[in-house]
Structure formats: C-alpha cells, structure tokens
C-alpha cells in the first residue's frame, strides 16, 4: 500500500516553460515533506522540503506548494531548464525517527 | 570534505553468493539508511540503523543482513536468499532521525548484477 504516490512517471516540458510534478500521500500523520532530483546511476540530491505548518516554500525557480486538506503537494521549477532533466522524487516522513517514505518517481525531460 | 561513500560502484555476482556492499559516512551522523532501486518501483528502505549497535527492518529486509558496529559504517550484506538481487542499491544517512530539519543524504549507489 503505496503512501506516497507519484501518478506520472514521466513529463516532457519545453525549455523555459514552467514544469509541475505532483505528489498524494495518504498518511495523515506526514508532516515534512521533500524533493530529490536523481540522475541515472547517481545518488539522488536534495532539492527542497516544507513542514506541514506551511503551504509554500520556493528557493530559486523552485517552489513547492503543500495542501494539507488534499494531502497533494506540487514541485514547480520555471523557468524550466535541460539541466533539470531528472527523475525527481517525492518524499515523506512523520516527525521522530521514523525513515522517509519514497513516491516512485517522475521523469521530467526538459526539451530545448 | 564530508559526505557518504559506497562501494564498490559495480559488483557482479555469481548466484548464491553473499556480497557485501560498503557505506562509510564522514558526516557524524547518527541514522544511516539502505534503500534499493529497481525501475518503476522508486526507492525501498531494506534497513535502518538510528544508533550504533542497533537496526531495523525496512519494507523489503529478507534475503538482506546489516550491522552497525561503528557509526561512521553500515555494511549491507546481500545473500543468496534474496531472489532478485539485480538492483542499484543507495546509502543514505542523516543527523537524527529523518523528521523535520534532518535532511537525509545518499551516497553515490552501488550496482549489483547477478550473472
């Protein structure tokens, strides 16, 4: 029983238009949340994180956006770069120490 | 400078063999992770270690041994009795637990090839 899901497994997006990746989760009791950008036969890398008492938090061209009634958080970057051509995951964790739980990952593919 | 190193970076192996998969981290960090990815499946936590001398099970720990006598190393040890070894497997660890503020961070992966 998947508690984080990542619908797409993959998204192509012109170069300098803005890419969304979305993320549910069905536990209620997650509240942080991160991204990690992952390229073939690497580590991934962090990318950006929220706490669930807030709904926005952007660095850069990235933002994520957090609707705890929805249990849905997005991924913006723009304007979207080649270099941001990833497989990008989502992920999840309850406060304690507890081992973040993994969406199964979107693809994004930046076409110049 | 600080970070995590897995090795070796690819390993065959012959079936019913033991291998043993190296994570060292510079870090000081006290929780270390072992994650495996296979394609369409994202990343599955095998084991976990929050303190020295102490783990856990993840979603998929069968077939998989670990040990964590020193902090700055946690060995996976992948054993005949897992049946679908093939697999890129990522060493992660993070300061405390991986809650809020602790940032988890993965090392470079292995390749594990069954022949």
């Known amino acids: 029983d998947q508690q984080v899901k990542q619908n797409s497994p993959s998204l192509s997006v012109q170069e300098g238009r803005i890419s969304i990746l979305n993320c549910d989760y069905t536990?209620?009791?997650?509240?942080?949340f991160l991204w990690y950008k992952k390229y073939p036969a690497e580590g991934p890398t962090f990318l950006i994180s929220?706490?669930?008492?807030?709904d926005k938090n952007e660095d850069g061209r990235f933002t994520v956006f957090l609707n705890k009634s929805a249990k849905h958080l997005s991924l913006h970057i723009v304007p979207s770069q080649p270099g941001d051509s990833a497989v990008y995951f989502c992920?999840?964790?309850?406060?304690?120490?507890?081992?973040?739980?993994f969406g199964k990952g979107t693809r994004l593919s930046v076409i110049a | 400078d600080g970070g995590i190193t897995q090795s070796p970076k690819y390993l065959f192996r012959k079936e019913g063999q033991n291998v043993t998969l190296s994570c060292e981290q510079n870090l000081n960090h006290d929780a270390m992770y072992w994650y495996r990815q296979d394609p369409g499946q994202g990343l599955r936590l095998i084991y976990y270690?929050?303190?020295?001398?102490?783990?856990q099970k993840g979603d998929i720990a069968e077939g998989y041994s670990v040990s964590r006598e020193k902090k700055e190393s946690f060995p996976l040890t992948v054993t005949s009795a897992q049946k679908n070894p093939t697999a890129f497997y990522l060493c992660?660890?993070?300061?405390?637990?991986?809650?809020?503020?602790?940032?988890?961070?993965f090392g470079e992966g292995s390749w594990l090839t069954v022949v």
């Open positions: 536990n209620s009791m997650f509240d942080y």
């Open positions: 270690s929050q303190i020295v001398n102490d783990f």
């Open positions: 929220i706490s669930s008492i807030k």
């Open positions: 992660a660890s993070t300061r405390g637990g991986s809650s809020s503020g602790n940032t988890i961070y």
């Open positions: 992920a999840a964790v309850n406060s304690g120490n507890t081992p973040l739980v």
